[in-house]
């Protein structure tokens, strides 16, 4: 399994990015899906998550509103909208493939393959 992620960049508060991970060797529709930042200095923290059945959404509350999550089975493609940016949204954004259950899904122990991580730096 591997998985690319890209997107992110420098970029004022209140400004916009769109995070990509691309998928390979896994069945992309029958795994959950997530993101997951890790800011300097700090421990990796869940942003959002797909689950693969239906492609439900969740957010962390720190992002709920602002965030949105979606996937592509078809080109086993997620992505994150990520819009008024602050700059606590400052770190390297992970994208995460596994297959936890509810319970898990917060954590990043419910993921079994990460990408290499992409930096988001929100100036103010």
């Known amino acids: 399994v591997q998985l690319q992620a890209s997107g992110g960049g420098l970029v004022q508060a209140g400004g916009s990015l769109r995070l990509s991970c691309a998928a390979s060797?896994?069945?992309?529709?029958?795994?959950?899906l997530g993101w997951f930042r890790q800011p300097p200095g700090k421990e990796r923290e869940f942003v959002a998550s797909s689950r693969a059945s239906g492609g439900r959404a969740y957010y962390a509350d720190s992002v709920k509103g602002r965030f949105a999550i979606s996937r592509d089975n078809a080109k086993n493609t997620l992505n994150l909208q990520m819009n008024s940016l602050k700059p606590e949204d400052t770190a390297i954004y992970y994208c995460?493939?596994?297959?936890?259950?509810?319970?898990?899904?917060?954590?990043?122990?419910?993921?079994?393959?990460w990408g290499q991580g992409t930096q988001v730096t929100v100036s103010s």
């Open positions: 060797g896994l069945t992309f529709s029958g795994y959950t």
């Open positions: 995460a493939a596994g297959r936890p259950i509810y319970s898990s899904m917060w954590g990043t122990d419910g993921y079994t393959s």
